[in-house]
């Protein structure tokens, strides 16, 4: 959570001194990052919103928790609601909220309360998307079945996209999919009916005449030929693309003020490859499937209860196939289990999927398990109202009886997972609280020292590192670093920036690489070994601070070379660089992603070779960088230049910062290891560099912020205003046409 708690907190900065709350610099992690471009934001936002209107009287780290808390608990109702509106009783809708909770998972980012509490996942902004989905869905597809209700679809399905955006990406698939599902009309080629002998009246008549001794009620409708309804299924089923055609225009224009950004921009957003690749390509249809039959997904280390109603709803739904309301269980759930498999099953085919490269498909088990709780509530609904429907009181009680039967051992491992979550964290309150005097006036000493990168080791997916390990009670000294507001070397909790990937490769042996990413203090372990020019500064408890000498966030440095291509080979050439002489020389070749150029016409793909073989030497002296000042959103320093250089910012570069230098704007450059760069001339020079979102985001952001009260307009007073323009319109337009002849 500490990631989202930083957001937030970032947010509400933003809101409090009148920047774009939508897009502010995130400075203290990953050198940097502007995490609002790339990320879903509307929770951070409405949290710092909510901080801010409140005139700070709650904290925005108590906000995070207690809305965790609020989310996790309403989102029965959720279900609830959500069923109600895609048609179904009350009582499968109360079912469904009564089981909506209870998934239990080894950890694999779905619904259960493991993504969300105690544990290392934090999936906030999931959780939002969670509770949100539903209804989007259910207000989503009574658009495509009836026409009407677009303001809350757009709402609800835009809310879902800006809360996790793989959420809204899986609402708009899931939509697409219940497209398809269009009342069965048709007749079969024979007749059932006569096939039993004209069995007429319901089941319950027959069953009483039965008993009577009566005869069955007579059947005296002839069999009639099949009734062809091509047509009117053509016709329902073209309007049903037309609807979601323009349910997906609506969102996207409403949240066109993050897409359109995010498309220009995508070239600078990292898809690391340091990452799990099962996050990416998820885990094959053997796996999954396995773990659905020995109830891993629904029902981890327990009776596999809820995976037994997911399979008997999926029955139900089977034998009433013919009615269209049965057929969106199945639907979703059938739909996510396939993609579930990912790409070990589907290898090439996953390509068709829109982003499919940028898409951690192991998050589709959150629409598996979406899919599961319809299918558990039309399991308990249905044999809740066949108990209800026999007018027998001893039926109900069987049915109470069996419901307690199933769901009485899912609610006692819940019951005692929660105690056990609850024991685990008052043993790390307890242990965070032997250490907090001394961690306390660490962090405080390192708030008071001039401002550089503090360095707490690193975590690494590969391999095991000392940092790994560096923990006050059970939170890593970067979590504690970065809660505390200080500019922490990680790339623990994103990798969204191209730079965060070769903080990997950090040499904890060469200054050079500290002055690099200006890691100008080091916190560790008392006993760690360090090189002679990383100098101990003080002893708090069992933890040591350290100093080392570097020239701040900007340096002087040279560029001879200069490579173009893609993002994908972006890292190995900036590893290559990295383990190279050059960075000691000052040499920083620029970069250009995503474009080649007869300017730059040595490929990023062959950076490694041609780095290889580059010599390099610091070379005369280019001058001094002789005052700096850092903000939220800027960076700024005087200079004196010697001779022709190129002013480094140890930040990650993106198009959006914008450089003054002497007042005047001037372009600025990608350097290794992805960072930002400014040419000067010799002489002294004041630069500053802002990061500045365009403008076309704010005008996006109003016309998306203005188009909702247009379309609740339009819907309710759609036929009058037509009525309205229409003879105005059209009159005009006949009046033209009759001066024409």
């Known amino acids: 959570m500490v990631l989202h708690t930083i957001l937030s907190e970032a947010a509400a900065e933003a809101i409090s001194t009148g920047q774009n709350l939508t897009d502010p610099w995130l400075g203290s992690m990953g050198m940097g990052h502007p995490m609002f471009h790339y990320y879903?934001?509307?929770?951070?936002?409405?949290?710092?919103?909510?901080?801010?209107?409140?005139?700070?009287?709650?904290?925005?780290?108590?906000?995070?928790?207690?809305?965790?808390?609020?989310?996790?608990?309403?989102?029965?109702?959720?279900?609830?609601?959500?069923?109600?509106?895609?048609?179904f009783d009350q009582l499968s809708s109360a079912m469904g909220g009564l089981v909506a909770s209870l998934v239990a998972t080894p950890g694999i980012s779905g619904f259960g309360y493991s993504s969300y509490i105690g544990s290392a996942q934090g999936l906030y902004t999931q959780l939002w998307a969670m509770v949100l989905m539903p209804p989007a869905l259910a207000s989503g597809y009574r658009v495509l079945r009836e026409g009407r209700g677009y303001f809350w679809a757009v709402l609800l399905l835009a809310a879902t996209l800006m809360s996790h955006l793989l959420y809204g990406y899986m609402a708009f698939i899931t939509l697409g999919v219940l497209t398809f599902i269009l009342p069965m009309r048709f007749k079969l080629p024979w007749n059932i009916s006569s096939l039993s002998g004209a069995r007429g009246g319901t089941r319950a008549q027959r069953r009483r005449a039965r008993r009577s001794g009566r005869?069955?009620?007579?059947?005296?409708?002839?069999?009639?030929?099949?009734?062809?309804?091509?047509?009117?299924?053509?016709?329902?089923?073209?309007g049903r693309i037309r609807r979601l055609t323009l349910l997906f225009l609506l969102v996207v224009a409403v949240t066109s003020y993050f897409l359109v950004p995010f498309l220009l921009d995508l070239r600078f957003f990292n898809s690391s490859d340091l990452i799990d690749p099962r996050n990416y390509d998820s885990h094959g249809h053997s796996v999954v499937l396995e773990a659905l039959f020995e109830g891993d997904l629904f029902d981890f280390n327990r009776f596999p209860s809820l995976t037994i109603l997911v399979f008997v709803g999926f029955v139900i739904c089977l034998i009433r196939w013919r009615q269209e309301l049965y057929l969106i269980p199945l639907a979703v759930f059938l739909i996510w289990l396939l993609l579930f498999f990912g790409r070990p099953t589907w290898g090439s085919l996953t390509n068709l999927l829109p982003f499919s490269q940028n898409i951690l498909m192991f998050r589709f088990i959150g629409?598996?398990?979406?899919?599961?709780?319809?299918?558990?509530?039309?399991?308990?609904?249905?044999?809740?109202?066949?108990?209800?429907?026999?007018?027998?009181?001893?039926?109900?009680?069987?049915?109470?009886?069996?419901?307690?039967?199933?769901?009485?051992?899912?609610y006692i491992?819940?019951?005692?997972?929660?105690?056990?979550?609850?024991?685990?964290?008052?043993?790390?309150?307890?242990?965070?609280?032997a250490e907090d005097q001394d961690v306390t006036l660490l962090l405080n000493e390192l708030k008071r020292l001039p401002k550089g990168r503090v360095y707490a080791g690193r975590f690494l997916?590969?391999?095991?590192?000392?940092?790994?390990?560096?923990?006050?009670?059970?939170?890593?000294?970067?979590?504690?670093?970065?809660?505390?507001?200080?500019?922490?070397?990680?790339?623990?909790?994103?990798?969204?920036?191209?730079?965060?990937?070769?903080?990997?490769?950090?040499?904890?042996?060469?200054?050079?690489?500290?002055?690099?990413?200006?890691?100008?203090?080091?916190?560790?372990?008392?006993?760690?070994?360090?090189?002679?020019?990383?100098?101990?500064?003080?002893?708090?408890?069992?933890?040591?601070?350290?100093?080392v000498d570097t020239t701040g966030y900007?340096?002087?440095?040279?560029?001879?070379?200069?490579?173009?291509?893609?993002?994908?080979?972006?890292?190995?050439?900036?590893?290559?660089?990295?383990?190279?002489?050059?960075?000691?020389?000052?040499?920083?070749?620029?970069?250009?992603?995503?474009?080649?150029?007869?300017?730059?016409?040595?490929?990023?793909?062959?950076?490694?070779?041609?780095?290889?073989?580059?010599?390099?030497?610091?070379?005369?002296?280019?001058?001094?960088?002789?005052?700096?000042?850092?903000?939220?959103?800027?960076?700024?320093?005087?200079?004196?230049?010697?001779?022709?250089?190129?002013?480094?910012?140890?930040?990650s570069y993106h198009p959006n910062w914008r450089a003054t230098v002497d007042g005047t704007e001037t372009d600025t450059l990608m350097l290794m290891p992805g960072f930002v760069g400014i040419e000067l001339?010799?002489?002294?020079?004041?630069?500053?560099?802002?990061?500045?979102?365009?403008?076309?985001?704010?005008?996006?952001?109003?016309?998306?912020?203005?188009?909702?009260?247009?379309?609740?307009?339009?819907?309710?007073?759609?036929?009058?205003?037509?009525?309205?323009?229409r003879p105005r319109v059209l009159g005009r337009f006949n009046d033209s046409q009759n001066v024409a002849d």
């Open 554 to 651: 900007f340096d002087l440095v040279g560029s001879e070379l200069a490579f173009a291509g893609d993002k994908t080979d972006f890292l190995p050439a900036a590893t290559s660089w990295l383990a190279s002489g050059l960075p000691k020389a000052k040499q920083h070749p620029v970069v250009s992603i995503g474009s080649t150029s007869q300017e730059i016409p040595t490929p990023l793909s062959q950076a490694a070779e041609v780095i290889s073989k580059a010599e390099g030497s610091l070379g005369p002296n280019r001058g001094a960088v002789l005052a700096e000042s850092i903000g939220r959103n800027y960076f700024a320093a005087d200079v004196a230049v010697e001779r022709e250089s190129i002013l480094l910012l140890k930040a």
């Open 40 to 87: 879903q934001h509307l929770p951070h936002i409405a949290i710092g919103l909510f901080h801010v209107v409140t005139f700070e009287a709650f904290a925005v780290a108590d906000l995070v928790s207690w809305s965790t808390y609020l989310l996790i608990s309403i989102f029965p109702l959720s279900i609830y609601w959500s069923l109600r509106r895609f048609g």
């Open 367 to 410: 629409g598996v398990h979406l899919g599961g709780i319809l299918l558990m509530a039309v399991a308990l609904g249905a044999s809740w109202r066949w108990a209800l429907s026999r007018a027998n009181i001893w039926y109900s009680v069987a049915a109470l009886v069996l419901t307690l039967a199933i769901l009485l051992p899912v």
């Open 681 to 725: 001339p010799p002489g002294n020079h004041s630069v500053r560099l802002e990061y500045r979102p365009r403008r076309l985001r704010a005008v996006l952001l109003v016309f998306g912020l203005l188009l909702l009260p247009l379309i609740a307009i339009g819907e309710v007073r759609g036929t009058s205003i037509s009525e309205w323009l």
């Open 461 to 547: 997916y590969s391999e095991q590192h000392w940092g790994s390990n560096y923990r006050a009670g059970c939170i890593l000294l970067q979590s504690r670093a970065l809660t505390e507001g200080l500019d922490t070397m990680a790339a623990l909790f994103h990798r969204y920036s191209l730079t965060s990937d070769v903080l990997d490769d950090f040499d904890e042996t060469r200054w050079e690489q500290y002055n690099l990413f200006n890691v100008r203090y080091v916190i560790a372990y008392e006993g760690q070994i360090f090189p002679d020019f990383v100098k101990p500064l003080q002893q708090y408890g069992r933890h040591r601070l350290y100093q």
């Open 215 to 238: 005869s069955r009620m007579p059947n005296t409708t002839l069999p009639t030929p099949p009734v062809s309804e091509t047509p009117s299924f053509i016709v329902n089923f073209l």
């Open 413 to 433: 491992e819940r019951r005692s997972s929660l105690e056990e979550n609850a024991d685990r964290l008052e043993r790390c309150q307890q242990r965070e609280t």
